[in-house]
T-cell receptor
Framework: GESVGLHLPTLSVQEGDNSIINCAYSNSASDYFIWYKQESGKGPQFIIDIRSNMDKRQGQRVTVLLNKTVKHLSLQIAATQPGDSAVYFCAETLPGDYKLSFGAGTTVTVRA | DAMVIQNPRYQVTQFGKPVTLSCSQTLNHNVMYWYQQKSSQAPKLLFHYYDKDFNNEADTPDNFQSRRPNTSFCFLDIRSPGLGDAAMYLC???????????FGQGTRLTVV
C-alpha cells in the first residue's frame, strides 16, 4: 500500500488567509519529498520539494516543513488566492528509487 | 512551452479494443513514467523506463504494456481495455532518480 497519506481530505480557506496542508508518511527511510498541485483535468504541477537533510524550505508564497521525528510533512501557502484552489498531493521516494509514491490528496477550496 | 506532451487529451475506446496513448518530452530526461489516476484518487505508478530499461510495478496488470523507441517518446498500450481501465493516464519524466518529476497534461480514457 501507499506509505504516504493521512490528511484532511478537504480544506476550505478564506481568500487572503494562510493555508496549511498536512501529510504523514510511514517509511522513515524516505529521503525526498515533493508537493504537487493538480487542477481539475490537468496533470500534477510541481510546487516545492525537500530532502530529508532539511527541515524547511521556502519558495514563492509556499513553505514546506519536514518533521522526521513524527514523519510529518506540511505545505504552507501564504495569502491564499482563488488560483490556489486545487488538489494537493505529497509524494515521497526512497533512497536510490525512481518511484514517487503519492498520498491521497487534499482538496483546497478558496472562498472569496 | 509544454515539456511533456501527451496525445490525445481525450480518448474514447470500445471495450476490448486495443488503444495506444502517446507521450513525448523535450527535456531529454532519462526517466519516463506512466501513472494511472482514477477519479478522486492519487496517481498510481504503472511502470517506468530508465533509458531503455523497463521496470514494471508488481501490481500492474498484464493488459498494460509500454514501449520507448527513443529518449523522446514513450507509449502506453492497453491490449484489451475494460470498463475499469477508464482513468486519467499521466506521463512524467525526470532527469535521474530522486529528482522532480515533470508531468504531462494527461489523457482521459473513456471505455464504452
Amino acid at each position: 500500500g501507499e506509505s504516504v497519506g493521512l490528511h484532511l481530505p478537504t480544506l476550505s480557506v478564506q481568500e487572503g488567509d494562510n493555508s496549511i496542508i498536512n501529510c504523514a508518511y510511514s517509511n522513515s527511510a524516505s529521503d525526498y519529498f515533493i508537493w504537487y498541485k493538480q487542477e481539475s483535468g490537468k496533470g500534477p504541477q510541481f510546487i516545492i520539494d525537500i530532502r530529508s537533510n532539511m527541515d524547511k524550505r521556502q519558495g514563492q508564497r509556499v513553505t514546506v516543513l519536514l518533521n522526521k521525528t513524527v514523519k510529518h510533512l506540511s505545505l504552507q501557502i501564504a495569502a491564499t488566492q482563488p488560483g490556489d484552489s486545487a488538489v494537493y498531493f505529497c509524494a515521497e521516494t526512497l533512497p536510490g528509487d525512481y518511484k514517487l509514491s503519492f498520498g491521497a490528496g487534499t482538496t483546497v477550496t478558496v472562498r472569496a | 512551452d509544454a515539456m511533456v506532451i501527451q496525445n490525445p487529451r481525450y480518448q474514447v475506446t470500445q471495450f476490448g479494443k486495443p488503444v495506444t496513448l502517446s507521450c513525448s518530452q523535450t527535456l531529454n530526461h532519462n526517466v519516463m513514467y506512466w501513472y494511472q489516476q482514477k477519479s478522486s484518487q492519487a496517481p498510481k505508478l504503472l511502470f517506468h523506463y530508465y533509458d531503455k530499461d523497463f521496470n514494471n510495478e508488481a501490481d500492474t496488470p498484464d493488459n498494460f504494456q509500454s514501449r520507448r523507441p527513443n529518449t523522446s517518446f514513450c507509449f502506453l498500450d492497453i491490449r484489451s481495455p475494460g470498463l475499469g481501465d477508464a482513468a486519467m493516464y499521466l506521463c512524467a519524466t525526470s532527469r535521474v532518480r530522486n529528482t522532480e518529476a515533470f508531468f504531462g497534461q494527461g489523457t482521459r480514457l473513456t471505455v464504452v
